[in-house]
């Protein structure tokens, strides 16, 4: 991985489970973001291409984790 | 990461992006498995919850990415 690698979520109980199983075990480090606390975060989530949360955003490519929740609930939360 | 890691996965492009990404980012060895190719592998990742590719199984956790191919058109083809 060479740009910063950013993990968008909302805390929910999948957002933990992946940030503890494989966001932790990178070998890079990962700037972990919780858009339900960040609204700020969230036009820059959008824009990386983000559609639901937990979401890993790599070097331009965005990994959806597990079908979570849909970012316009956060938006419109 | 306690267990042994795997990523299953069908080849695609969506599956090889995310293993250059970050399965092989990963502190913890991961086994790859494509199950387009290894059929005997398809019972187990049904087993672990496995519904679509790719998929990385963790600590008895499973994590899907980017919904992708249904693991029924894996068993179907």
């Known amino acids: 991985m060479n740009t910063k690698a ?5 805390g929910c109980p999948v957002c933990v489970t992946a940030e503890q199983q494989f ?3 990178l070998k ?10 960040q609204k700020n975060r969230l036009d820059e989530a959008l824009k ?3 559609k639901s949360v937990p979401a890993l ?6 990994f959806h ?9 956060l938006i419109n939360s």
């Open 6 to 10: 950013v993990f968008y979520h909302a």
């Open 23 to 25: 966001v932790d075990n």
């Open 28 to 37: 890079s480090p990962v700037e972990s973001v919780h858009l339900g606390l």
């Open 48 to 50: 990386a291409g983000v």
């Open 57 to 62: 955003v790599v070097d331009g490519n965005v």
């Open 65 to 73: 984790i597990n079908y979570g929740a849909g970012i316009e609930a």
